[in-house]
């Protein structure tokens, strides 16, 4: 899994393959299967700095109650 940061004081939305997108509040991470990142639209918005991908899932988020 990978994470996908949100680095934009804005809520985005990150189209992802199979017609599929992730919603990011500011500031916000989520994760994805390790493919998304190599997604069109996933390599332009990291270029354009507008998210970056990390590693792993995001550390000190558990599940939501």
Do not use: Q
Request: hydrophobic share 30%; aromatic share 0%.
């Amino acid at each position: 899994m990978k994470t996908i940061r949100n680095l934009t004081n804005k809520p985005i939305k990150v189209p992802l393959p199979g017609g599929k997108a992730l919603r990011l509040g500011p500031n916000a991470d989520g994760t994805v299967h390790d493919k998304a990142e190599h997604h069109g639209a996933v390599k332009r918005m990291v270029e354009a700095g507008t998210i970056s991908v990390l590693d792993g899932s995001s550390a000190g988020h558990g599940p939501r109650k």
